[in-house]
């Protein structure tokens, strides 16, 4: 079974901290997402990776950066958090040339306050 | 306009109803079609998927493309409680397009 993790469930941070997100696969896949989930907005991508120290922005990358060293792993930064970034963080992976199946972490649900 | 409409609901039904979630679109791109399901606090999780237009069954799932009109839908027949879910259609071309999700609740 593929799997795929993400290092924390719920996290509570104030606002202007620095904020690493962390996401690892087991399965050797290339492409790596991170999506952030709003409710009535659904799935909204940040980022993504091709391959390892690859990365292309998503549809909303403002105030966020990544980092991919690993193959295996994929993390989301936030500089400095603010309140409007307090949601459902999604990671996903998928296997290059995969036209239809991501496979998605558990989320981590962040609170900026 | 967006690129993936879903109605939020929530729909709520009976136990043992016919449901049926849609999705329209706008980029006549799209090719792979897909739902995933997503429990409470947990990813979504891909449920079907249909290349172009047509039909797709799966034992109490049936999920339906027509691009001539950019609507795909997903029928779920004798729905049951563990049915209760968010259901996001999602396509893709270039790019990776999720709708908002519905959300389902069967009632025992």
């Known amino acids: 079974d593929v799997k795929v993790t993400q290092s924390s469930r719920y996290l509570v941070k104030r606002t202007g901290e620095k904020v690493f997100l962390e996401c690892v696969q087991d399965m050797d896949h290339e492409n790596m997402f991170w999506y952030r989930q709003d409710p009535g907005l659904g799935l909204r991508l940040i980022y993504f990776s091709y391959d390892v120290k690859m990365k292309e922005k998503g549809d909303i990358p403002e105030g966020y950066s990544v980092s991919r060293e690993k193959k295996e792993r994929f993390s989301l930064i936030l500089e400095s958090a603010s309140t409007n970034q307090t949601s459902m963080y999604l990671c996903a992976s998928r296997v290059q040339g995969g036209s239809y199946e991501q496979y998605f972490g558990p989320g981590t649900r962040l609170t900026v306050t | ?108």
């Open chain 2, 1 to 108: 306009q967006k690129e993936v409409e879903q109605d939020p609901g929530p729909l709520s039904v009976p136990e043992g109803a016919i449901v049926s979630l849609n999705c329209t679109y706008s980029n006549s791109a799209f090719q792979y079609f897909m739902w995933y399901r997503q429990y409470s606090r947990k990813g979504p999780e891909l449920l079907m998927y249909t290349y172009s237009s047509g039909n797709k069954e799966d034992g109490r799932f049936t999920a339906q493309v027509d691009k001539s009109s950019k609507y795909i839908s997903l029928f779920i027949r004798d729905s049951q409680p563990s049915d209760s879910a968010t259901y996001l259609c999602a396509m893709t071309g270039q790019n990776f397009v999720f709708g908002p999700g519905t959300r389902l609740s069967v009632l025992p």
